[in-house]
């Protein structure tokens, strides 16, 4: 950054609308995979996510800590090779009306019914794939099948931390076109977004049955 555009920065975020334009400048200079987690992202926060478990859980998830760390990403691998894999990793909840988004059934075949698998398909399957892969953590620690369990939580760690950022849960996400009016739209569902109760976009746990 040369002297005059840095001159013109600080007069600019003098002002609120500077202070937007700054973000946008700083938004837009970033690169794709800042959109996302991002590999280390998702060893971070499974890594931190371990310590905050309950004492009577934690003991089994700690000492596979090193596992997990290495699988939590197993899912972006997936992306590379079979590109539908895609879909399980965002769910644009604005394309089923306003929160909280009572048109979307929970359940994954009441949602097929209304709307159809193509439609579904498109419009992002991270609920559904976060209730796939709680049950299929349940049923291997119910079965004692440790070897099973522990790359099942590795794997719904990624999605749930998946459903964590904000760029997978809105149409927004594409708006690349145009993308001073994709951050400012966002900043602005985002900004009530958190004045909403609970700050929770997607009540009720999804079913998958």
């Known amino acids: ?31 794709d995979p800042s959109f996302a987690w991002g590999r280390n992202g998702h060893r971070l926060v499974v890594n931190k ?11 089994f998830f700690e000492s596979n800590r090193g596992l997990l760390l290495q699988h939590v990403t197993d899912p972006l691998d997936a992306i590379t090779k079979s590109p539908a894999e895609r879909h399980n990793h965002f769910i644009l909840l604005d394309k089923y009306g306003r ?31 976060i209730g796939v892969y709680s049950e299929k953590l ?23 931390a998946e459903a964590h950022d904000p760029f997978n849960t ?15 739209s966002h900043a602005a569902e985002r900004r009530n977004f958190h004045q909403r109760p609970h700050g929770s976009r997607f009540r009720g746990l999804p079913q998958f049955s």
């Open 170 to 184: 809105t149409a927004l996400r594409h708006r690349t076109d145009r993308p001073f009016l994709f951050l400012f």
């Open 99 to 129: 929160f909280p988004f009572e048109a979307l059934p929970r359940s994954y075949k009441s949602a097929v019914t209304k709307f159809g698998k193509p439609r579904l398909d498109a419009n992002g399957l991270l609920p559904w794939q």
């Open 49 to 59: 996510a371990i310590d905050t478990l309950p004492p009577e859980f934690r003991g």
């Open 1 to 31: 950054m040369n002297y005059a555009m840095g001159r013109t920065v600080i007069q600019c975020v003098c002002g609120r609308t500077g202070a937007f334009i700054l973000c946008a400048a700083l938004f837009l200079s970033l690169p």
């Open 138 to 160: 349940t049923e291997a620690m119910k079965a004692g099948k440790w070897e099973e369990a522990r790359l099942d939580a590795a794997i719904l760690a990624n999605y749930v």
